[in-house]
Structure formats: C-alpha cells, structure tokens
C-alpha cells in the first residue's frame, strides 16, 4: 500500500547523467566512513515530468540555512519517500554548475538499507528524488529554453510552449529518497562505496581473488576485511572467555555455598 506524502511536498527524480549516459560533473571526495553514495540530487535545467525545472538559484538559501542548522545538512535519507523508511542520511549538500550534489550515507544495519545499497551494487537502476516545497516560482522564458533539456521529462513536454513550463527559482529542501521508478528517465546513483570511500565491491575482490589477478586496491580493501575480521574475532573470544570465567567462578561460588551447608541439608 502506497504511503502519502504531505500535500506540500513535492518529488522530483535528479538525473545523474548527460544525454549520452556520460558523467559530466566533479565527484566529491566521501567524507563518511559509512556505506553509501554519491548523486547529483536536482539537477539544473533539467526538465521533470511535471513540467517544471530547477534554476541555478533554486537551493542557495535551503543549502545555507541546512548547513547553519545543528545537524549540519545531515537530512534524512528515505526509502520511496516513505516517512518511516529512514535509511540514511546525508552528509554533504552542495551546489554546483551542474546542480544540487549530495553524499548519502546508508544504514546497513536497516534491512531497506541493505538491500538498496545490495541492489545498486549489483547495479539496480534507482532514481534518487527530492522532497521540497515551492518557495518561489516563475513560467519559463526564452532563456530558460537554451539551457533545457526537454529528454528527461520521459518524452513529455516536448513541443509545450516554454511560458507554459515553471521555473522553480526556490526551494525549499526536506528531503531525499531512493525510488524505484524515476520521473527522469536516466537518474541513478553516481558513485557508491562500501566504507571510507571504498568502491570496491566484495563479489569483485573474490573473484579476482580466485583468478589471481588482485589489483593494489583490492588487495589493500581486502587486508582492511581481514583486520577488520580479526579484530571482532577477538572481541568475540575475549568476551567468550568472559563469558566462561563467570560461570566458572558461578560454579565455584555454589558448591563452596553446598559444601557450607552440606550438614544442614543431610540432616
């Protein structure tokens, strides 16, 4: 059963990738030792299919007021904009020539978490889709028209009379999710890592184990999965031989309590 979003939020997916399915924007550097993404979250001038599109200016004071807030731009992450779907949050906002970029780090302690980042590992084609209101607005104009690309509103729009689509020239962000069908038909995560800004995938580092073929980073990826293994391995013995030291010392306790009373009790 679908879940309602709030009246006065609105959705919209953010694409990712030019017309030719080739990444034209700077990356930014992950920041978070947390599994999770990188996706360019509204793009400018990119057409949606409800006839509207970002301008340049449209998340300037959103972005500053998010990051002057005590969480620091860390909005929440959701699954299909449901609001009992949190499933990360995000860790970096900034806006680009190109448009809103965003870092999300996931929670894999979630099941959702999980199977989203399993999925887009594999290589599922989510959209990523922003949750705003419309603080100010305005119809398109013959400058807006050189800059549109009308092919990401799904083959909508196409011959619609440019003072007949909006520019959002504000708004205000609440914030984003992974979905699984976009309203920007090419929209998909940028670059997605495992921890600390890994982008080395698990399968891989198998197989190339197996094959004998390890590069550098893998090697080093994997020699991270061993320490990492080894040390919960020892939490784990250290807290069994705990473990086992108080009942031992239980056991002692009660048959010293027996033998005190062994009198007592034969009687």
């Known amino acids: 059963m679908s879940r309602p979003i709030p009246p006065s939020i609105e959705t919209f997916d953010a694409l990712m990738v030019d017309d030719d399915g080739v990444e034209s924007f700077a990356k930014i550097e992950p920041v978070t030792d947390m599994p999770g993404f990188a996706a360019m979250l509204a793009p400018f001038y990119h057409l949606a299919d409800r006839g509207m599109f970002f301008t340049e200016t449209a998340f300037d004071k959103s972005v500053k007021d998010k990051m002057k807030s005590p969480a620091a731009g860390k909005m929440p992450h959701l699954h299909q904009h449901w609001h009992d779907a949190v ?50 607005t305005r119809p398109g104009n013959a400058d807006d028209e050189k800059k549109l690309n009308r092919k990401s509103a799904n083959g909508l729009y196409m011959d619609t009379p440019i003072d007949q689509l909006t520019a959002v020239t504000e708004a205000r962000i609440w914030e984003g999710s992974t979905v699984a069908f976009g309203a920007i038909s090419t929209a998909k995560p940028v670059q997605i890592w495992n921890a600390a800004g890994q982008s080395v995938d698990i399968a891989d580092i198998l197989r190339a184990f197996k094959d004998g073929d390890l590069t550098v980073t893998q090697l080093d990826a994997l020699a991270e999965l061993v320490a990492a293994y080894e040390a919960k391995a020892e939490a784990d013995r250290q807290h069994l031989a705990s473990e086992t030291r108080q009942r031992l010392e239980r056991a002692s306790e009660i048959e010293l309590t027996v033998n005190k009373y062994a009198d007592l009790i034969a009687l």
């Open 87 to 136: 499933i990360g949050m995000y860790t970096a906002l900034e806006v680009t020539d190109k448009g809103l970029m965003t870092q999300v780090a996931i929670n894999e302690e979630t099941q959702l978490g999980r199977e989203v980042l399993s999925n887009m590992r594999m290589g599922v084609p989510y959209g990523q889709s922003i949750g705003f209101d419309r603080i100010a």
